[in-house]
């Protein structure tokens, strides 16, 4: 069965609103949650780190103000697009890790698409 | 040089054939490696992971590591048209310890 669920699968939202997107992971308690993004036909592109309890890291590029990232506890984590506008719209897949080191477990991902 | 190199593709094989994959990355003391499968509009799922120099196998998988050489690859043996896929290559790299991903290998299994 599936180690990480996330949810909504698919999203299609007016500009100008905001979404959220949670990121649970089922089996063990993840330290480590990432959060990548993926244009059709490119590779992830990882968005940002986020440990529990702590201020996600994000990477070079991508605003913070805009990906909101809360990690409340060691089995959940959301991603909300703030104000999203068509340029937004990409697949978004969040992953979990239990150690560093370790393979992550991805989350089956969220389409979404901004209009 | 990008952290982890992959040839984007296309690759096409024949039913039956052995499709080869091959990854370079560029941090010498990368200690953990991985080979991700990825359907279209799917997320990406497991094949394999490597943490010592030599061969790994997994039914039709194979898994090669060269440290020295900073290669990685993948050898899938009688492939399938099911095999039709995506195949990322993640390195953890970095002081960060960061899983970084190839550019992915676009697979075609012909029938």
């Known amino acids: 069965g599936a180690v990480v669920s996330q949810h909504p699968s698919r999203v299609i939202c007016k500009s100008g609103t905001s979404v959220k997107i949670e990121c649970r992971s089922l089996?063990?308690?993840?330290?480590?949650m990432f959060w990548y993004r993926q244009f059709p036909k490119k590779s992830l592109m990882l968005m940002a780190t986020s440990n529990e309890g702590s201020k996600a890291t994000y990477e070079q590029g991508v605003e913070k103000d805009k990906f909101l990232i809360n990690h409340a506890s060691l089995t959940l984590s959301t991603l909300t697009v703030t104000s999203a506008h068509p340029e937004d719209s990409s697949f978004y897949i969040c992953?979990?890790?239990?150690?560093?080191?370790?393979?992550?477990?991805f989350g089956s991902g969220t389409q979404l698409s901004v209009l | 040089q990008k952290e982890v190199e992959q040839n984007s593709g296309p690759l096409s094989v024949p039913e039956g054939a052995i499709a080869s994959l091959n990854c370079t990355y560029s941090?010498?003391?990368?200690?953990?490696f991985f080979w991700y499968r990825q359907y279209s509009g799917k997320s990406p799922e497991l094949i394999m992971s490597i943490y010592s120099n030599g061969d790994k196998e997994d039914g039709r998988f194979t898994a090669q590591l060269n440290k020295a050489s900073q290669y990685v690859s993948l050898l899938i043996r009688d492939s399938q048209p099911s095999d039709s896929a995506t195949y990322l290559c993640a390195v953890i790299v970095g002081s960060a310890r960061q899983l970084t991903f190839g550019s992915g290998t676009q697979l075609t299994v012909l029938p």
């Open positions: 992953s979990c890790q239990r150690q560093s080191n370790e393979k992550l477990f």
């Open positions: 089996d063990f308690q993840a330290t480590t």
């Open positions: 941090d010498r003391g990368s200690q953990s």
